[in-house]
């Protein structure tokens, strides 16, 4: 049996000391005693033997960070190190070294130690967790005068000299990113259109250029929220609103994805379904054309888009609202499978790779389970007295959180069964902090007298955010997910779309391939992990 630890460095800070100090080394040397002693008791009573190991915890170390923080103890650390030193502090090569000579022998499991011997212009990253450099992805690229269609990050030390919108040149080594290095693919250098790396070796110009639209609207929205708002919030709103999630704390974007709402935080169906609601009323409040309104929806959509950054679940929203408008004003039926899947078509035609995406499979499969299972489970609800509008908003949670087990599996270790309650409590307040978001915040801006109305918002947005950290410190509630495969998950699927209306059979089959498709899921999923 082995006993892991992680969080040594973290706990000798949290607790008033250094471990480059001898106060904080005899505490160390403490603890890891302690330990021991407890193995050598459980030696002996179970008669097998106990032993220490200093552990990665790539997961774990970011949970027990999160729950730290809920319970008032972490107040400054996103995920604990596995080392004594962590590889992002600056320190002497000789101290990491003695650290090691001092404990490493109290870790009969073994003990983890990184040095970095490669020159500071170098990426160097420390169990694939942490990044200890900066960088900036660059566009418009001309590589010795030759206009490159792709960006290329650009790493630097220290604080930079430049502002979003500046021109650079310079003198660099270009290297060329490997899209599936490590044999995985790297869909966030996909989706940023990243195909090259470099550091600046000479002759840095910087000349200053003009920031685009996106990026006045980023910079106009974070420094009026930062100016009436803590942090955390301000970064909430620019999230809420253009999808940016770039800037939030690694605690609130780690409770949110352990809690089941992180959807919460990607603009979706549910703030364009809002925006094109709002307006609909309004167009048809003014009796304007039918051909009218849509232009005017789709102009405004694409430019909600382009502030959002394209990104899948706001493209498949707004190509799904537009596809439905303009069913509306030639007079043709909307289905809505049909329309998801000219969403899909149209997105994987631009970017094909966006299959292996995980926002892309979780975007359109969470619509493909509302659409598919939402409506059975719903009857069943009713069916126990349930009054039709909870059964409704029971029916869309129950199948998202199920229908996306399959999905959830090949990106996540495990989930939260708690994450349905969440979802249920947490939705509504969101979407009510939305509204308000997306309605008055422009107006404060013109208006800051108003700001009292937007502190409702810092308010929902708290009390989502403690939610979410409590239900992701639950750790009983928590699942582990075994990799169900490409195979099992479109079996499943198909399974899903073989009992809607669009295959020609008796209710009765349709509800035998329903169960077996639920049965499947749950027996792979009990399964144990090989």
């Not at 500071?120 to 206009?147: A, C, P, S, W």
């Not at 809690?259 to 990607?266: D, K, M, P, Q, W």
């Not at 955010?465 to 997910?481: D, G, Q, R, Y």
Request: contains cysteine; glycine residues 6%; neutral net charge.
């Amino acid at each position: 049996a082995t006993t892991g630890l992680n969080g040594i460095n973290e706990a000798i800070e949290i607790l008033g000391y250094d471990i480059l100090e001898p106060a904080g080394q005899k505490i160390v040397g403490y603890l890891l005693e302690t330990v021991n002693s407890i193995n050598d008791m459980y030696d002996k009573e179970m008669k097998y033997a106990h032993n220490c190991e200093q552990t990665p915890s790539e997961s774990s170390a970011v949970k027990a960070a999160t729950k730290d923080h809920f319970m008032g103890i972490n107040t400054q650390y996103d995920l604990y190190s596995n080392q004594f030193i962590p590889l992002i502090t600056e320190a002497d090569m000789l101290d990491r070294i003695q650290l090691q000579g001092l404990f490493d022998s109290q870790f009969s499991g073994g003990a983890i130690a990184h040095i970095n011997v490669e020159d500071r212009k170098v990426r160097v990253i420390g169990n694939g967790t942490v990044d200890i450099h900066q960088f900036v992805n660059l566009e418009d690229i001309k590589i010795n005068d030759k206009t490159e269609n792709q960006n290329v990050r650009l790493y630097f030390d220290g604080d930079k000299s430049f502002e979003v919108g500046d021109i650079l040149r310079f003198s660099a080594k270009i290297q060329r990113i490997d899209p599936y290095k490590d044999k995985e693919f790297s869909s966030y250098n996909y989706k940023q259109n990243v195909a090259y790396e470099c550091n600046i070796l000479s002759n840095l110009e910087i000349v200053k250029g003009n920031k685009n639209l996106s990026e006045k609207v980023d910079d106009a929205v974070s420094s009026f929220t930062q100016q009436h708002f803590n942090s955390d919030v301000s970064k909430l709103f620019k999230a809420v609103l253009l999808g940016d999630k770039t800037d939030l704390a690694q605690y609130i974007t780690n409770s949110y994805s352990l809690s089941g709402i992180g959807h919460l935080l990607a603009v979706s169906g549910l703030h364009i379904g809002f925006i094109v609601s709002m307006l609909t009323f309004v167009l048809e409040k003014l009796k304007s054309k039918r051909w009218v309104n849509f232009c005017i929806l789709a102009i405004i959509l694409f430019l909600y888009s382009y502030l959002c950054g394209f990104s899948s679940s706001v493209v498949r929203a707004t190509i799904m609202s537009l596809v439905l408008l303009l069913a509306r004003c030639i007079g043709k039926k909307y289905d809505k499978l049909n329309c998801f899947a000219i969403a899909g078509f149209v997105i994987l035609l631009i970017k094909p790779l966006y299959v292996f995406d995980a926002g892309f499979l979780l975007s359109f499969g969470c619509v493909f389970c509302i659409f598919t299972l939402s409506r059975v489970l719903q009857s069943m609800f009713q069916k126990i007295k349930i009054p039709e509008k909870i059964a409704s908003i029971l029916g869309i949670t129950f199948s998202v959180q199920i229908g996306l087990v399959p999905i959830m599996s090949m990106f996540f270790e495990s989930f939260s069964v708690l994450s349905i309650f969440a979802n249920i409590i947490c939705v509504p307040l969101f979407q009510i902090a939305y509204i308000l978001a997306f309605i008055f915040l422009p107006i404060c801006m013109l208006c800051p007298f108003l700001i009292f109305v937007l502190k409702f918002d810092e308010f929902l947005f708290h009390i989502i955010t403690k939610i979410s950290m409590f239900v992701s410190s639950i750790k009983w509630a928590e699942v582990s997910l075994k990799n169900f495969g490409g195979l099992i998950a479109t079996l499943f699927y198909g399974g899903l779309f073989c009992s809607t209306g669009y295959i020609m059979v008796s209710k009765k089959y349709k509800w035998g391939i329903f169960l077996m498709s639920i049965l499947c899921l749950i027996i792979f999923a009990c399964l144990p992990v090989f």
